[in-house]
């Protein structure tokens, strides 16, 4: 039990971010989290350790996304924050990041939202591990059951979707297809392996 309890204490900041990134909503990314230990920990028994446990548990959270939207019968959501609160935002700026800096961050976490919002499941799921939850591309398609090449596809396609639309609005893109600010802060990353 206090094994189990380490493994929840691990992984239930990384499963909530994905929840919430798949389905948009606060509230049930949070039931699909309880849900996923729930089911984890009644079938830890079936875990063979073929895969990494990682794996595991997001193949778990994500086949109850994918049921929560079935469900809901609409497609995901991702909340961009509502107004700016310049309270809010003097409250959240750093010693050295200035208001400005900060509006500018959200406006981009904004324009990448609606930019998902835009994409097919399989990109945005895509999207969502490799550039939020850092997964390898291999680790990707382990996990969709699909091929390296698949998840390479679908990342390439998605990101060309958001880069059109930060050029839309008129934000800088790198060469290389990178945004300026991309990842969005605080998104995990790991080489491209």
Excluded: H
Excluded at 118 to 124: A, G, M, S
Excluded at 150 to 159: A, F, I
């Amino acid at each position: 039990m206090d094994s189990f309890n380490q493994l929840v204490l691990r992984w239930e900041r990384p499963i909530y971010a994905l929840a919430y990134r798949v389905i948009g909503r606060e509230e049930d990314a949070r039931d699909v989290v309880q849900e996923t230990f729930l089911r984890a920990f009644r079938s830890i028994g079936g875990f063979k350790g073929q895969a990494k446990f990682s794996s595991w548990i997001y193949r778990i959270a994500l086949n109850l996304c994918r049921d929560w939207i079935r469900k809901q019968k609409r497609t995901p959501v991702l909340q961009a924050p509502e107004g700016v609160d310049v309270i809010e935002l003097a409250a959240d700026t750093g010693p050295t990041e200035s208001i400005e800096d900060l509006v500018a961050r959200r406006t981009m976490s904004e324009v990448v939202a609606r930019a998902m919002d835009l994409l097919p499941e399989e990109q945005r799921t895509a999207l969502i591990l490799k550039e939020y939850q850092g997964l390898t591309f291999q680790e990707i398609a382990d996990l969709l059951g699909c091929p390296l090449s698949t998840v390479k596809t679908r990342l390439y396609q998605g990101l060309l979707v958001v880069r059109r639309e930060l050029e839309k609005q008129g934000i800088p893109v790198r060469p290389a297809g990178r945004a300026v600010a991309w990842p969005p802060a605080g998104a995990a990353r790991q080489d491209p392996s």
